[in-house]
């Protein structure tokens, strides 16, 4: 799959950013660790407008996955999922894949 970088906006740490400051530290944990946790998630187009495939599901699994690690999301469940669904909107995207990353 190419990537794909028409999306504008990113949401990071609880705000839109411009895609070009969606940036992390070079001594981030992760970046040595690979201390992370992540889900791949599809937004459909369809005859009613646009769908997030199994979005609720998808964002339980992303927090159960964050806790086995011990890994503390400072968001709701359902804030993660609206942030989602602005990101798609704030893109004016249709369809398209995302991936919410939760790293230290």
Same mark, same amino acid.
């Given at each position: 799959m190419? %990537? &794909? &970088?028409?999306?504008?906006?990113? %949401?990071?740490?609880g ?8 940036t $992390? *530290? /070079?001594?981030?944990?992760?970046? *040595? +660790?690979?201390? /992370?946790?992540?889900?791949? $998630?599809?937004? +459909?187009?369809?005859e #009613?407008? /646009? ?8 964002? #339980?699994r992303?927090? &159960? /996955?964050?806790k $086995? !690690? #011990?890994?503390?999301? @400072? +968001?709701?469940?359902?804030q ?5 669904i ?7 995207? #249709?369809?398209? !894949?995302?991936r @919410?990353i939760?790293?230290?």
């Amino acid at each position: 799959m190419a %990537w &794909d &970088d028409t999306a504008s906006k990113i %949401w990071m740490n609880g705000k839109m950013v411009d895609w070009e400051d969606a940036t $992390i *530290h /070079s001594l981030s944990h992760v970046v *040595h +660790y690979g201390t /992370s946790v992540f889900e791949g $998630i599809r937004a +459909y187009e369809n005859e #009613k407008g /646009s769908c997030v495939f199994r979005l609720e599901e998808h964002v #339980k699994r992303l927090f &159960d /996955s964050a806790k $086995i !690690y #011990k890994m503390n999301i @400072p +968001y709701t469940e359902e804030q993660v999922c609206d942030a989602i669904i602005e990101v798609l909107k704030v893109n004016d995207l #249709k369809s398209g !894949y995302i991936r @919410p990353i939760v790293f230290r």
